[in-house]
């Protein structure tokens, strides 16, 4: 079993740029989650998708950032512009159940995003 | 609203002496509660659940948590600490009676002494 799979594992850009991070969750999982952690802030949940449904994406900070699952083995979250306080850890998680239910969340190894 | 709370910051143990890692949650149904662990540059681990049934639950690497439901704490606990146990601990909860996404805490460090 790979676990999730996160791509790229470390990010640098310039402030403007779009950036794409990509999640591929454990196969038969059908909950998704996006995570963001900073210092400052903690874990933030930023969005889940339930199979491949967006649920509840009140945790995305903006209009700059998007989430798609076009299928059940791939997400995407995407930014744009990026700006340099989206620099953070971003962490992919999958689950069984609708919403993780009372199943635990497996998570994926996380991209570190700097934006410059 | 459900919310989670981690009191400590830091917690620091010497080799060998039990450790506890507190954790306080508000729900207003039944509470899902969830132990975590993330060593340095790696995603959260799953340690430990509880769902329902008894309140000593059993997990990885030596770990278990007392649900207390009067107290609503579910503290995390070793019998004898390993200098591998020294990580970043999460507690999480979710309420069971309501659809609602899980809520973690800010997480707390533990420092095992040698």
């Known amino acids: 079993d790979a676990g999730v799979i996160q791509s790229p594992r470390h990010e640098v850009t310039e402030m403007g740029q779009e950036v794409t991070l990509r999640c591929k969750p454990i196969?038969?999982?059908?909950?998704l989650f996006w995570y963001r952690q900073t210092m400052m802030r903690g874990l933030e949940l930023l969005i889940y998708?339930?199979?491949?449904?967006?649920?509840?994406d009140s945790g995305m900070p903006e209009d700059r950032f998007s989430a798609k699952m076009p299928n059940a083995s791939f997400s995407t979250l995407k930014i744009q512009p990026s700006e340099p306080r989206d620099s953070a850890v971003y962490f992919c998680?999958?689950?069984?159940?609708?919403?993780?239910?009372?199943?635990?969340?497996?998570f994926g190894p996380g991209t570190r995003l700097t934006v410059l | 609203a459900q919310s989670v709370a981690q009191p400590e910051d830091q917690v620091n143990v010497a080799e060998g002496n039990p450790l506890t890692v507190k954790c306080t949650y508000s729900?207003?149904?039944?509470?899902?509660l969830f132990w975590y662990v993330q060593y340095p540059n790696r995603g959260l681990q799953f340690l430990l659940k509880?769902?329902?049934?008894?309140?000593l639950v059993k997990g990885s690497y030596g770990f278990e948590a007392e649900f207390n439901k009067s107290q609503t704490s579910f503290h995390l606990k070793k019998p004898s600490a390993l200098v591998s146990d020294s990580a970043l601990y999460f507690c999480?909860?979710?309420?069971?009676?309501?659809?609602?996404?899980?809520?973690f805490g800010k997480g707390t460090r533990l420092h095992i002494l040698p």
């Open positions: 998680a999958s689950s069984t159940g609708l919403a993780g239910a009372y199943n635990e969340q497996f």
């Open positions: 196969s038969g999982h059908n909950s």
């Open positions: 998708f339930n199979n491949n449904v967006p649920i509840d």
């Open positions: 729900v207003s149904g039944n509470p899902y």
């Open positions: 509880y769902i329902t049934g008894d309140n």
């Open positions: 999480a909860v979710r309420d069971g009676n309501r659809d609602d996404k899980i809520i």
